[in-house]
């Protein structure tokens, strides 16, 4: 019931802005950058993540499992980019149903009380029609237009 793909782009998008951070000239961007390595790595790889990791045992270890996994045909064919785009469409089909359906359910509501109010002012035309009421009152009174007030009196 979370939403989880837009999730993932914040966290696509931060990874992008550490990168470019991480490759620029300015020493204070990549300083900032680094403070992030954990994120920063993810955007990561070869002989980039290989330098970033270097010296730190936990990021080394991230660093083998990646490399490790990319090397897995199988691994890579699970999570190709068709895959993936598949997977973001019917993730994306499912939440625009489920929406779809709350907004229906919600709209057949407003609408089956706006016919059931729509009834009730018709029977109480009737009953002021039956009571000899002017059509002018009756319309004023109820919102209903004459032509149906007319129409009721048949």
Not at 23 to 28: P, V, Y
Not at 90 to 111: H, V
Not at 113 to 138: S, T, W, Y
């Amino acid at each position: 019931g979370h939403n989880y793909i837009e999730n993932f782009m914040i966290i696509e998008y931060n990874i992008d802005k550490l990168i470019s951070y991480y490759h620029r000239s300015d020493k204070e961007k990549v300083k900032e950058a680094l403070k992030y390595k954990h994120v920063l790595m993810l955007g990561l790889e070869g002989k980039e993540l290989e330098k970033l990791c270097k010296g730190e045992k936990h990021m080394e270890k991230f660093r083998e499992n990646v490399d490790r996994l990319n090397n897995d045909e199988g691994f890579r064919l699970l999570f190709s980019e068709e895959e993936d785009a598949l997977r973001t469409h019917n993730t994306l089909m499912a939440e625009s149903e489920e929406a779809g359906i709350e907004r229906g359910i919600k709209q057949g509501i407003k609408q089956g009380k706006i016919e059931g109010q729509r009834e009730e002012k018709l029977e109480i035309a009737k009953n002021m029609l039956a009571k000899k009421a002017d059509i002018n009152f009756i319309s004023e009174v109820t919102g209903l237009n004459k032509e149906e007030i007319k129409a009721l009196n048949n």
